[in-house]
């Protein structure tokens, strides 16, 4: 299903948000969270993630939200034409997803009713 653009790939378990196809992570950081809507989640996620490297040369971002037990495991990153410090940006997402900042946002906006 596209959106706007935007590729939304669901299979048992798990959701991709990407630009393009195929899915390519050249730069990835993972981190997990509690129950949420996957979509949800993953939209707020891309859009910090690109407000955050939009200055990296030909980049489009990948978020892979995905069961894992009680939660999701959520993998932020994408595809990159130029040459990039690859270090550098993996641990600015790392950063990112665990910011207690953001992580309130996107889960206040993506939290399932009835869920404590």
Same mark, same amino acid.
Do not use: N, Y
């Given at each position: 299903?596209?959106?706007?653009?935007?590729h939304?790939?669901? @299979? @048992?378990g798990a959701?991709t948000?990407?630009?393009?196809?195929?899915?390519r992570f050249?730069? !990835?950081?993972s981190?997990?969270?509690?129950?949420?809507?996957?979509?949800?989640l993953?939209? &707020?996620?891309? &859009?910090?993630?690109? %407000?955050?490297? &939009?200055?990296? %040369? +030909?980049?489009?971002?990948?978020?892979?939200v995905?069961? @894992? +037990?009680? +939660?999701?495991r959520?993998?932020?990153?994408?595809r990159?034409?130029?040459?990039?410090?690859?270090l550098? !940006?993996e641990? %600015?997402?790392?950063?990112?997803?665990?910011s207690?900042v953001?992580?309130? #946002?996107?889960?206040? #906006?993506?939290?399932?009713?009835?869920?404590?």
């Open positions: 299903m596209a959106m706007r653009g935007w939304m790939l669901r @299979e @048992e959701l948000m990407a630009r393009h196809l195929p899915v050249d730069l !990835c950081a981190a997990a969270f509690p129950p949420a809507r996957k979509g949800r993953a939209l &707020q996620i891309r &859009q910090d993630l690109w %407000r955050m490297l &939009q200055d990296l %040369r +030909g980049f489009s971002p990948v978020i892979r995905e069961e @894992e +037990g009680q +939660g999701l959520v993998s932020a990153g994408g990159a034409a130029a040459p990039f410090p690859r550098d !940006c641990a %600015r997402i790392a950063a990112l997803l665990t207690p953001h992580r309130s #946002r996107w889960l206040a #906006r993506a939290w399932i009713e009835g869920l404590a």
